[in-house]
Each structure stands twice: as structure tokens, then as C-alpha cells.
């Protein structure tokens, strides 16, 4: 028995001393080294796009996942200029850092802490809450052309792409080649609210919004826009389109929406898109939990 406990010792002792050289015979640089070289890797790379870099972020708690666009361009000195809608230019500081893996973070405000602000400063964003974004990525991969990011603490989905030389001066266009219906809309329309559960009677007139955005989701050519005057509550329109015929092919409620009313009492009474116009046109109905009917009607017109 001693003898078997004295040959499993020293058969571990020289196992670790084979593992404990493994760097210097594998590799020919320590893990630290290889670590530092690709943070001085990204660095170049992120620093080096004449143009900058768009930033797509997916936070992970929204209903149908919102992608918001931002632009930045990283300079040598720990210094980043972002951009968002139509905001003017913003200088803030970032780090590269090595950890599990490598790390770019945000550390100073810039337009991506807007996404976690609780007074909503962009669509899709709860009062009182905001979005739980991140501001520290992990690096999962990076190219010349693209990184891909994991937000550290709240899962968010990010990438960045090389970007254009137009697309500085256009940030608030920055999705609509994934997204055409993507943008800025001036809208006209009404909310009538009924005293009883049917059309009928003398209705209450709401207004609405005079602007909503159509903010990207991570469902291809989809966009959400919130819904009549219920901004900042979750109450969202889901409207998919179809590029190759430039039509609206599905409007759909968010839960959110349709876990507020009676159930199964949201219509889509009609829809389209106008090409020559830019232009949206959405009417609805509903029955809110107090068994009021509303009727909501609104035309968005891309600014």
C-alpha cells in the first residue's frame, strides 16, 4: 500500500513538472504574452478603420430585442467619438483588458448608457427601468472587417462592423440597409376611447405622438414602433416587411400589450406601406381591462 501511495506521488510530481514547462515547449511565448499581443492586435485594428465602426446591440431583457445602432471611431489614446440618431458627436474613454478573455470597456458615459437610462431616452425602453445593457464586452472574436460581443453582465449580443465613409454624418440611418423601414417617423393619427365595449356612443379623442421611431429587432427585416400614446410601457407595434415587394407583410402587438387588455381583444383592422411616400399606415382595436373599446388609428411618414 505504501509503495502503490509513494509511485502515484511521484508519477503526479513529474506530471507537474512536464505541465509546468508545458508554455515553454508548446508555445513560444508565456499566456500573458500571447494575451498582451492580441489586445495590441485589437487595438490596431479597432484604432485603424479610417471610418470608424458601427455598433449593433442587442439587450437581452426586451420583448422582441430591439437593436440599437451607434457609430464610433477609437483612437489610439484610450479615447472613443460615438454617435447616435441624430445626437451630436460624443467623447468619452474606453480600455482594452485581459481577462478570461479580452475585454473592451466602456467606462465613461456615451450614448450605449442611454439604453439603461429609467427615463427612457430610446424606444422600447421601460419607465423606470430602462434596458439592462451592457457597457463591458467580452471579445468572442475580431477581424479586420468585424468583433463580435458579449455584454459581461446582462447578455447582451453586440458586433461591430467596419464602417463607411458616410456613415459618420448618417448615423441615424446606420440600419437601414438591414432594416429599410428602419427611422424617424412624423406621425399623424388619434386614439378614440368608447365608454363601453363596442364602438358606439360618443368617444373620447387622444392624441398621439407627433414622432416615433422604428427601432430594428433581432427578427430580420422587423421593426418595432410603440403603440397609439403608450410610450415608455412596453406597448409596442411588431411590423415585418418584405424588401422584394415593398410591402408590410405582418402587424402584430407586443405581450406586453396584449397581456394589458382583455384577452384576445387586439385587431389589426388594416395596414399598408406607401413606397413613393415612406410612408405607414396602421389601424387597430382593442378592449382594455376595464372593458372600454379603443380605436387607434396612425399614418408615419419617414422623416
Given at each position: 500500500?505504501?509503495?502503490?501511495?509513494?509511485?502515484?506521488?511521484?508519477?503526479?510530481?513529474?506530471?507537474?513538472?512536464?505541465?509546468?514547462?508545458?508554455?515553454?515547449?508548446?508555445?513560444?511565448?508565456?499566456?500573458?504574452?500571447?494575451?498582451?499581443?492580441?489586445?495590441?492586435?485589437?487595438?490596431?485594428?479597432?484604432?485603424?478603420?479610417?471610418?470608424?465602426?458601427k455598433?449593433?446591440?442587442?439587450?437581452?431583457?426586451?420583448?422582441?430585442?430591439?437593436?440599437?445602432f451607434?457609430?464610433?471611431?477609437f483612437?489610439?489614446?484610450?479615447?472613443?467619438?460615438?454617435?447616435?440618431?441624430?445626437?451630436?458627436?460624443?467623447?468619452?474613454?474606453?480600455?482594452?483588458?485581459?481577462?478570461?478573455?479580452?475585454e473592451?470597456?466602456?467606462?465613461?458615459?456615451?450614448?450605449?448608457?442611454?439604453?439603461?437610462?429609467?427615463?427612457?431616452?430610446?424606444?422600447?425602453?421601460?419607465?423606470?427601468?430602462?434596458?439592462?445593457?451592457?457597457?463591458?464586452?467580452?471579445?468572442?472574436?475580431?477581424?479586420?472587417?468585424?468583433?463580435?460581443?458579449?455584454?459581461?453582465?446582462?447578455?447582451?449580443?453586440?458586433?461591430?462592423?467596419?464602417?463607411?465613409?458616410?456613415?459618420?454624418?448618417?448615423?441615424?440611418?446606420?440600419?437601414?440597409?438591414?432594416?429599410?423601414?428602419?427611422?424617424?417617423?412624423?406621425?399623424?393619427?388619434?386614439?378614440?376611447?368608447?365608454?363601453?365595449?363596442?364602438?358606439?356612443?360618443?368617444?373620447?379623442?387622444?392624441?398621439?405622438?407627433?414622432?416615433?421611431?422604428?427601432?430594428?429587432?433581432?427578427?430580420?427585416?422587423?421593426?418595432?414602433?410603440?403603440?397609439?400614446?403608450?410610450?415608455?410601457?412596453?406597448?409596442?407595434?411588431?411590423?415585418?416587411?418584405?424588401?422584394?415587394?415593398?410591402?408590410?407583410?405582418?402587424?402584430?402587438?407586443?405581450?406586453?400589450l396584449?397581456?394589458?387588455?382583455?384577452?384576445?381583444?387586439?385587431?389589426?383592422?388594416d395596414?399598408?406601406?406607401?413606397?413613393?411616400?415612406?410612408?405607414?399606415?396602421?389601424?387597430?382595436?382593442?378592449?382594455?381591462?376595464?372593458?372600454?373599446?379603443?380605436?387607434?388609428?396612425?399614418?408615419?411618414?419617414?422623416?
Amino acid at each position: 500500500m505504501k509503495k502503490t501511495l509513494i509511485y502515484t506521488l511521484l508519477a503526479l510530481a513529474g506530471l507537474s513538472a512536464c505541465n509546468k514547462g508545458l508554455d515553454d515547449t508548446v508555445f513560444d511565448k508565456t499566456s500573458d504574452a500571447r494575451l498582451d499581443a492580441v489586445l495590441q492586435d485589437y487595438q490596431a485594428k479597432l484604432s485603424g478603420a479610417p471610418n470608424g465602426w458601427k455598433l449593433a446591440i442587442a439587450p437581452a431583457d426586451t420583448n422582441y430585442r430591439y437593436v440599437y445602432f451607434f457609430w464610433n471611431r477609437f483612437g489610439n489614446n484610450n479615447r472613443v467619438i460615438s454617435r447616435y440618431q441624430a445626437q451630436p458627436a460624443l467623447e468619452s474613454s474606453f480600455r482594452l483588458k485581459a481577462m478570461q478573455r479580452p475585454e473592451l470597456i466602456f467606462d465613461t458615459y456615451t450614448y450605449l448608457h442611454d439604453l439603461s437610462n429609467p427615463v427612457p431616452q430610446v424606444p422600447g425602453a421601460l419607465t423606470g427601468k430602462g434596458l439592462s445593457a451592457d457597457f463591458e464586452f467580452e471579445i468572442l472574436s475580431g477581424t479586420a472587417d468585424s468583433f463580435v460581443l458579449k455584454g459581461k453582465y446582462n447578455g447582451s449580443d453586440a458586433k461591430l462592423y467596419k464602417a463607411s465613409p458616410t456613415d459618420s454624418a448618417n448615423s441615424a440611418t446606420l440600419a437601414t440597409s438591414l432594416y429599410p423601414l428602419a427611422g424617424t417617423y412624423a406621425v399623424k393619427g388619434r386614439a378614440l376611447f368608447y365608454p363601453g365595449g363596442t364602438p358606439t356612443g360618443t368617444p373620447t379623442t387622444v392624441a398621439i405622438p407627433a414622432e416615433k421611431r422604428a427601432v430594428p429587432l433581432t427578427i430580420p427585416n422587423t421593426v418595432g414602433v410603440e403603440f397609439s400614446n403608450q410610450s415608455g410601457n412596453g406597448w409596442l407595434y411588431r411590423i415585418t416587411f418584405d424588401p422584394a415587394t415593398s410591402k408590410i407583410t405582418s402587424v402584430v402587438p407586443s405581450p406586453t400589450l396584449t397581456n394589458s387588455i382583455t384577452a384576445g381583444s387586439f385587431k389589426v383592422l388594416d395596414y399598408s406601406y406607401d413606397a413613393s411616400l415612406k410612408q405607414i399606415f396602421l389601424k387597430t382595436s382593442y378592449i382594455n381591462t376595464a372593458g372600454a373599446y379603443r380605436d387607434v388609428e396612425e399614418t408615419l411618414t419617414l422623416k
